[in-house]
């Protein structure tokens, strides 16, 4: 069953007992096992698997800013499990492991550090500052790889890769030079979100917007014409020192006078022109809108239509500049705004304010407020690019896990805008493009240049800005390849390229997905990977997003040194289902801690038996076996359907009911028959079939539990070589006997019912039962041969059989069971107090009607079945049945006791 048995070369050779230490203690081993995978070089792809189907996932390269966090782990353990799995499949399997350079968030760690010694990062100057700064991404990688390894990743190391390492710069600078040759580059005055904190522009992706309170300022602007005023409302007053002008709508009748007037600028002492355009909304607020082209991404549009001139008033660290009135200048935006208020209020032009709630931008790293800010930047044009990646979609070259995603990405691409790249900071790539001093051109250039491409002069600057820290990301599935290296494809790019799966949080689709796509499409022709597996976000179990402020997040390795990190890996498994976020608190993870230890127990009552014993040559099966073997093929087949479609808790789950149940309750309490009773003969062959079964059992948990199940392997006397790289055991469609599961099947029935039976009567374990069996000829049969090992099972001292016929009476003094094809009698009189029981039983009835009663009159209210969820419905009408029939069955006990 399932291929040839694994002996070693161990048989005819009796074996010594292999002593497992009492209590499961993963710090033991964990650490010795994944420097054992290391030396062995077992994250690398094999010679062996060269030329067959490739499986490569390319890690989504966490910040060089600190340490992981337990959404870095749920992440990486979910590539781990898959790449584990593809490997002992023999796929041609590659991790590719790495760390982004983080530009925002590595520059504003160093900024603290300096801040705190009274420094800025101009006292050190660019490269000094720079230097610093690589000494803290050396830190942070450190700790990220430690972490990683403490979790089990099986990254293959020797191919780690940096966002800011030379290959990758200069795939960085080949884009950019190719993106700007194509006409996708560009420079140009545009308004950006602009972080005053970080003093960097950022992409709109980069913007979290909130719903926080504010005002809203009604303001009157004179109309000198008519001696009048207009009233207008705003939250952000200080911004109308750069009003250009008013608008109206062309078609409302109450201002319809005013368009082609001028009204007077409230506090800056010049006059500005009242427009029409239809971008107003006539039913909002006044019907009035101030225009403030250089501040508002709308107002900017509006201005390009109208060619009005934008006033910017902020100096890029969020003060008010030379072009408000002198009074103003040099004020952060809260202080001008207090100050404008107040010189409003002076003069008569404020009428009143009303408390609102409005969504307003954050800085995604440092939490600014962010102002829309006018300035110079380079963009990307993204619509051709999004046009590829769309069709790649529709052709169905990518696919999402889950679906619903498809959603998302589509209404992204189709609604996208130029993506600014710039960023005014000195950590990162920096901008390949120089300035001439004389004749005023750009060059744009792979190579450092030495002088203008125009016109020759060498007074040349170098942009000082550098770029996106997304523009490096969005290269890393081929440029951690080799792409760079023009001269001819690289070996590991024409063998892993494209990659096969990105798995990452749902929350990064647009910084990151969608752009992987675009630039996969643009500079290598293909998509970058074919399954996109989305997961879900981390959060506590009353459902908030693990967070700092909140206290209450997870750190995973203080998870990896309590529980291990196989609990750490099959709990965040189990409970990953697709399309949900997952709700896990410190207790979660007992969960994976109980079953290794479920793992562990199981194997070492296998391993401590093995003295004397000797392995047999091809041993014949029992059914029993032959049962164990199928429900071995099943969970195989099981399990590969998950580990292909992402569904790891249905792996997790699967892998869990097999083991636990299967083999573990059932197989090896079984196999103890012959332990005990069996010849010398039956136990070796007994403890043949049972390490076979523990060793592919083993290879099935593998990609779940690396670690314990490495390490129980290891001490097999049939294992050779490491789990690892071991073969993944394979559904076959002639692994699986029918006749065994049937038969075993109405062993469990019976055994299940008998122990139901004797919980329910409070009858002690230790106490001995008689039962009599009805059932079918075959049945019987069946019985008759395996009585012991059903006896074993069930605890039964006098198991008696018949054939099941018609109308047959009842014995007296026992209880009724129905099963499938049989009836069993056990006899209660002896083995329990009957009194006892019937006043028991009644009670639990009168409890049980009470509860009948109740969801009979939930579900016949009209209301509640209109107005409750479905699955809410379908909830309590699956508990009425189930009421009924425990209702039912209770009765007959006591009509048996009668």
């Given at each position: 069953m399932m291929g040839a048995m694994e002996n070693s070369g161990c048989t005819g050779r009796p074996l010594a007992a292999v002593e497992l230490a009492r209590a499961f203690d993963p710090k033991s081993f964990e650490d010795r096992v994944y420097a054992l995978w290391k030396e062995k070089n077992a994250f690398a792809p094999s010679e062996k698997s060269r030329g067959k189907k490739s499986f490569v996932i390319v890690i989504p390269p966490p910040n060089v800013t600190g340490v992981l966090h337990l959404g870095h782990a749920l992440n990486n353990c979910l590539q781990d499990i898959v790449i584990r799995y593809h490997r002992m499949r023999g796929d041609d399997t590659l991790w590719v492991p790495g760390t982004d350079h983080a530009g925002i968030a590595t520059q504003n760690v160093m900024e603290k550090r300096l801040k705190a010694q009274g420094k800025t990062r101009h006292d050190l100057g660019r490269e000094k500052f720079i230097e610093a700064v690589w000494e803290i991404k050396k830190e942070h990688h450190a700790v990220i790889s430690q972490q990683l390894a403490r979790m089990g990743s099986s990254v293959d190391w020797q191919r780690e890769r940096f966002t800011l390492d030379k290959g990758l710069s200069l795939a960085v600078r080949e884009v950019f030079v190719t993106l700007y040759e194509r006409g996708l580059l560009y420079r140009g005055n545009y308004l950006v979100n602009w972080c005053p904190s970080c003093g960097t522009a950022l992409s709109d992706d980069e913007v979290e917007h909130e719903d926080t309170p504010g005002k809203m300022y009604h303001i009157r602007y004179p109309v000198p014409d008519t001696g009048g005023f207009v009233e207008i409302a705003t939250t952000r007053p200080e911004t109308m020192l750069g009003d250009t002008a008013l608008a109206v709508h062309p078609e409302d009748e109450r201002y319809r006078h005013l368009a082609g007037k001028t009204v007077e600028l409230p506090l800056a002492g010049r006059r500005i022109p009242v427009i029409a355009d239809t971008y107003v909304d006539r039913e909002f607020g006044t019907g009035v809108v101030k225009i403030t082209p250089a501040?508002?991404?709308?107002?900017?549009?509006?201005?390009?239509?109208?060619?009005?001139?934008?006033?910017?008033?902020?100096?890029?660290?969020?003060?008010?500049?030379?072009?408000?009135?002198?009074?103003?200048?040099?004020?952060?935006?809260?202080?001008?705004?207090?100050?404008?208020?107040?010189?409003?209020?002076?003069?008569?032009?404020?009428?009143?304010?009303?408390?609102?709630?409005?969504?307003?931008?954050?800085?995604?790293?440092?939490?600014?407020?962010?102002?829309?800010?006018?300035?110079?930047?380079?963009?990307?044009?993204?619509?051709?690019?999004?046009?590829?990646?769309?069709?790649?979609?529709?052709?169905?070259?990518?696919?999402?896990?889950?679906?619903?995603?498809?959603?998302?990405?589509?209404?992204?691409?189709?609604?996208?805008?130029?993506w600014c790249v710039s960023r005014q900071l000195w950590w990162g790539h920096r901008i390949p493009v120089w300035y001439c001093l004389d004749c005023g051109k750009a060059t744009v250039s792979r190579k450092d240049p030495s002088a203008c491409s125009h016109c020759g002069s060498k007074h040349i600057e170098q942009d000082p800005d550098v770029l996106d820290t997304w523009f490096s990301s969005w290269l890393w599935p081929f440029s951690t390849l080799g792409w760079e290296e023009k001269d001819g494809m690289t070996e590991d790019l024409a063998r892993f390229y494209p990659t096969s799966a990105l798995v990452t949080a749902y929350d990064i689709i647009f910084f990151w997905v969608a752009r992987m796509v675009m630039a996969g499409l643009e500079f290598t022709g293909q998509v970058p990977f074919r399954d996109i597996y989305l997961h879900g976000l981390l959060r506590d179990k009353q459902g908030r997003k693990m967070s700092k402020s909140l206290g209450n997040g997870l750190d995973p390795l203080e998870l990896v040194d309590e529980y291990g990190a196989d609990a750490l890996k099959f709990t965040l498994a189990f409970l990953c289902a697709q399309g949900q976020d997952l709700l896990v608190d410190k207790e979660s993870f007992r969960l994976g801690s109980k079953f290794a230890n479920k793992i562990w127990n199981a194997s070492r009552y296998i391993l401590m038996n093995l003295e004397g014993r000797t392995l047999t040559e091809n041993p014949a099966l029992l059914p029993l076996d032959k049962w164990m073997y199928s429900r071995l093929n099943e969970a195989a087949k099981n399990m590969e359907a998950a580990f292909l479609s992402y569904r790891y808790n249905d792996a997790a789950q699967t892998g869990y009911e097999y083991f636990w149940n299967d083999f573990c309750d059932w197989y090896v309490e079984a196999t103890k028959l012959s332990m005990r009773a069996g010849d010398a003969g039956e136990k070796d062959r007994t403890t043949t079939v049972l390490l076979d079964v523990l060793s592919r059992s083993l290879a099935l948990l593998h990609p779940l539990l690396p670690f314990i199940t490495e390490e129980i392997y290891g001490k097999l006397p049939t294992s050779t070589g490491l789990l690892i790289t071991a073969s993944y055991p394979s559904y076959t469609q002639g692994g699986t006997d029918n006749e065994a599961l049937a038969e075993f099947g109405f062993f469990q029935e019976l055994v299940r019912a008998v122990r139901t039976l004797r919980s329910e009567c409070t009858i002690s374990p230790d106490r001995k039962l008689r039962v009599l069996v009805r059932a079918k000829e075959e049945q019987r049969a069946a019985l008759l041969a395996n009585g012991e090992l059903v006896k074993l099972l069930a605890g039964i001292d006098l198991l008696e059989t018949e054939t099941l016929t018609e109308g047959e009476a009842k014995p007296q003094g026992s209880i009724g069971l129905v099963g499938e094809g049989f009836e069993a009698f056990v006899y209660i009189a002896g083995a329990a107090d009957l009194a006892f029981l019937k006043n028991k039983f009644t009670k639990e009835i009168e409890k049980d009607r009470k509860f009948i009663s109740s969801l009979e009159q939930k579900l016949s209210n009209e209301a509640f079945i209109k107005n409750a969820p479905p699955e809410l419905v379908e909830g309590e009408r699956k508990k009425l049945a189930e009421a009924r029939m425990r209702t039912g069955k209770i009765e007959a006990y006591i009509r048996d006791m009668a």
């Open positions: 501040h508002d991404p709308n107002d900017w549009e509006v201005a390009k239509r109208h060619g009005l001139k934008a006033i910017n008033i902020l100096t890029p660290d969020g003060k008010l500049n030379a072009a408000v009135p002198e009074k103003y200048r040099g004020l952060a935006v809260a202080e001008a705004r207090e100050a404008v208020l107040r010189d409003l209020e002076a003069g008569g032009f404020f009428i009143k304010e009303e408390p609102i709630t409005h969504a307003v931008g954050h800085c995604y790293r440092c939490h600014t407020v962010i102002e829309p800010f006018l300035s110079e930047q380079w963009f990307v044009r993204m619509k051709p690019l999004a046009d590829k990646a769309l069709a790649a979609w529709k052709r169905e070259e990518l696919v999402f896990y889950p679906r619903k995603w498809e959603n998302t990405y589509q209404h992204w691409l189709q609604n996208i805008r130029d």
